[in-house]
């Protein structure tokens, strides 16, 4: 797991995320976890994560840790990836058995169900990060136009929303770094670490990132080079229309990031996906997991904003529930 950031601001994690557990929600299901036998575990459960210094790798190890420690498998791993497209290309290859993608991700698939894919539960919110250095002048969206723009790496889910927002705000893109058309922004396809590099550099004037808050590698660039971050937030009719209600308006707090302002942004629903034939037991686990252990889940980094709630766990933007986890979950509502 990559070493987090140090935040010492903002409200308890342990509180936020797991208050909403604590008050009845254990009791709802049986804490079965002890149950398991040798016979019935898994050898290893790999879950697919994401970029070193991003919010999806500290929660994947978290969880893969997890599922081994309370023996739901004999053995998991968690695996560094490009980040959400990445990682439903491993579980439809069989790579892994579970993986963290963006609602927006998963609903590319035409019928996610049928290309052997199913929710386990929405395990936070993302946000949509546009870094910038704060010498740039850049104040908002139409302030990129003729700029070079880091749109994240291939593979991962920012490298899907970022186009979306752009065009949402109605800019263009080019390829040409050099010479961008009017109206344009040169996009260059770096994640979030080389996105970072290069911001700090000054080869690129913004850096697009979707993750949770504060994400480790921007709270550490912040002690190098003063940064800001775009508000996003006025997108989102737009985002809505093309896109339908899976983006919602969320704040950034104040004191996420050393020197920044609260500010609003652009966010979408964190799935924690599963292969469609992964055994029941495995996901029935799994989500006793994520109602009865939610305090073990938290990446250091994490100021509090995200959350694990009965509610927000069955809110996965229209990809179908695993039938072993809509059991569950419908043990949990009566």
């Not at 800019?171 to 979030?192: F, I, Q, Y």
Request: glycine residues 12%.
């Amino acid at each position: 797991m990559p070493s987090a950031s140090s935040a010492a601001t903002g409200p308890s994690r342990r509180l936020v995320l797991t208050s909403a557990l604590g008050v009845g929600l254990a009791a709802c299901l049986a804490p079965a976890l002890s149950a398991c036998t040798a016979g019935d575990r898994p050898d290893l459960l790999t879950v697919a994560g994401g970029e070193p210094g991003g919010f999806y790798l500290e929660f994947s190890t978290l969880l893969a840790a997890a599922l081994e420690r309370h023996g739901v498998a004999r053995h998991a791993n968690a695996v560094p990836t490009g980040g959400s497209l990445d990682n439903i290309a491993e579980l439809r290859a069989g790579r892994a058995a579970f993986a963290v993608a963006l609602a927006d991700a998963a609903g590319q698939a035409a019928d996610a169900d049928a290309a052997g894919i199913a929710a386990v539960g929405k395990v936070y919110e993302n946000y949509v990060h546009c870094v910038v250095r704060k010498d740039s002048g850049i104040r908002d969206l139409t302030g990129l136009a003729g700029r070079r723009v880091a749109v994240g790496q291939p593979g991962s889910g920012t490298s899907l929303t970022t186009p979306r927002l752009l065009e949402a705000a109605g800019l263009g893109t080019s390829g040409d770094a050099a010479a961008p058309a009017a109206g344009t922004a040169a996009v260059e396809n770096l994640g979030l670490n080389d996105g970072i590099a290069a911001l700090k550099a000054g080869t690129v004037d913004a850096l697009f990132w979707s993750g949770g808050v504060p994400t480790a590698a921007i709270a550490a660039a912040q002690q190098e080079v003063a940064l800001g971050l775009l508000d996003l937030s006025g997108l989102l009719p737009e985002l809505r229309r093309r896109y339908g209600g899976m983006y919602d308006r969320v704040l950034i707090p104040e004191g996420s990031y050393p020197g920044i302002p609260a500010v609003w942004t652009v966010g979408a629903p964190n799935l924690l996906l599963c292969r469609r034939d992964l055994d029941d037991a495995t996901v029935e686990r799994t989500v006793q997991l994520l109602v009865h252990n939610a305090g073990e889940l938290i990446p250091q980094s994490s100021l509090g904003v995200q959350f694990l709630s009965a509610e927000s766990l069955i809110n996965t933007a229209g990809v179908p529930l695993h039938p072993a986890a809509a059991d569950a979950y419908r043990a949990l509502h009566g």
